[in-house]
Every structure is written in structure tokens, then in C-alpha cells.
T-cell receptor
Framework: QQKVQQSPESLSVPEGGMASLNCTSS?????YFWWYRQHSGEGPKALM?????GDKKEGRFTAHLNKASLHVSLHIRDSQPSDSALYFC????????????FGLGTRVSVFP | DMKVTQMPRYLIKRMGENVLLECGQD?????MYWYRQDPGLGLQLIYI???????SEGDIPKGYRVSRKKREHFSLILDSAKTNQTSVYFC??????????????FGEGSKLTVL
């Protein structure tokens, strides 16, 4: 079973709209979460980390973590065509990168 | 410059040939990784290297070996490549620091096709 599960698999959002991505860990040891973004033909790039319960906002991106349910979400406000990409959730037992486990990703498409 | 460089970017090999994928980083990161990415399977960790000559198997090490003789350079070797090793391979590096400093920096990928 995939230890980090993401939903939906794909998502279409109008330009200027809100995209909401979900991620759940089935391993209670995974308490630290990252979001990575991968544009077509490129390597993934770290978007943001979230290690504490609650919200973390960076520009148009807001992550929310609920440690009790091991659920993390990513919300993209005012979506732009450049946000079209594959988004990975990654989790680990510590806030160090060495133990990261990735989900399968959510593909976001922003249409005009 | 905070860059991970992979060579070659594209490679076509015949089954049974040896493959060498090379990766360099300019951030003096202690830890380096090799992942492969396949449709529907996400990113799978092949090997992790904690420093020079300190390598550990990841989740799918079978059919691969690695070499790290300098901190800034990490190689992935496929001895006698198989068709099911056709994939996109990503190298990454990270510092030992935790938190936001512990993020992975990925290269642009090496697309390997084994015929």
C-alpha cells in the first residue's frame, strides 16, 4: 500500500481559480510533509514544507496540516498557466530530507 | 549557483549494454540520491549516499549500483541494462540540515531507453 496517498489524480482549474490538492499518510510515523512541483521536462522543485498543525502560506500557496489525521492539503489561489504541473506530496519521520517518501502526484492543468 | 547537473540528458542503449549516468552538484551537499520516475509509479528511491563511499540501498536497488568518490559527484551504473530499466532517472542532493534547509534539489533528469 502506498504510504503517501494523493488525490485527486488530476485536476483542471480555470485561470484565476482555486486548486485544492490532498495528501494523506497511512504511516503514523510520517509527521513532516513537503510539497514538490514538477513542470514537464524538468526535475521536481521544492514548493514548501509544513511541519506544524495549521496553515502555512507562501504567496499564492497555502498548505494545511492536520497531524491527528495525517492529512495535508495544498491550495493554490489565483491559479496561473505556469501552475500547470505535477504536484508531489512527500512525507518523512523527521524534518530531514533523507527519509522522504513521495506520493504518486496530482497533475494540475490551468486553462484560460 | 545551487545546481544539480545530470549527464547525459538522453541515452539509448541496447539490452545487455552497460550504462553510466553521472550527476554533479555545486552546493557541497553531503547527501545525494538517485530516483527513477515512471508513469503511475511516482518517484522511487534507488540509492542514497550520505557522503563519499557511504552508500545505502533505497527501495529498488536491484540491477543498479552507485559510486561516490567525490562529495560533489554521484554516479549510477547499470551493468547489463534491461528493457524494464527504461525510465527517467533523477539525481538529487540535500544538506544535512533539517527543516527548510533540508529540501531536495533535483537535476533535470536523464531519460534512458533500453531497446
Amino acid at each position: 500500500q502506498q504510504k503517501v496517498q494523493q488525490s485527486p489524480e488530476s485536476l483542471s482549474v480555470p485561470e484565476g481559480g482555486m486548486a485544492s490538492l490532498n495528501c494523506t499518510s497511512s504511516d503514523r510515523n510520517f509527521q513532516y510533509f513537503w510539497w514538490y512541483r514538477q513542470h514537464s521536462g524538468e526535475g521536481p522543485k521544492a514548493l514548501m514544507s509544513i511541519f506544524s498543525d495549521g496553515d502555512k502560506k507562501e504567496g499564492r500557496f497555502t498548505a494545511h496540516l492536520n497531524k491527528a489525521s495525517l492529512h495535508v492539503s495544498l491550495h493554490i489561489r489565483d491559479s496561473q498557466p505556469s501552475d500547470s504541473a505535477l504536484y508531489f506530496c512527500a512525507a518523512s519521520e523527521s524534518n530531514y530530507a533523507q527519509g522522504l517518501t513521495f506520493g504518486l502526484g496530482t497533475r494540475v492543468s490551468v486553462f484560460p | 549557483d545551487m545546481k544539480v547537473t545530470q549527464m547525459p540528458r538522453y541515452l539509448i542503449k541496447r539490452m545487455g549494454e552497460n550504462v553510466l549516468l553521472e550527476c554533479g552538484q555545486d552546493m557541497s551537499h553531503e547527501t545525494m540520491y538517485w530516483y527513477r520516475q515512471d508513469p503511475g509509479l511516482g518517484l522511487q528511491l534507488i540509492y542514497i549516499s550520505y557522503d563519499v563511499d557511504s552508500n545505502s540501498e533505497g527501495d529498488i536497488p536491484k540491477g543498479y549500483r552507485v559510486s561516490r568518490k567525490k562529495r560533489e559527484h554521484f554516479s549510477l551504473i547499470l551493468d547489463s541494462a534491461k528493457t524494464n530499466q527504461t525510465s527517467v532517472y533523477f539525481c538529487a542532493s540535500s544538506s544535512l540540515g533539517g527543516g527548510d534547509t533540508g529540501q531536495l534539489y533535483f537535476g533535470e533528469g536523464s531519460k534512458l531507453t533500453v531497446l
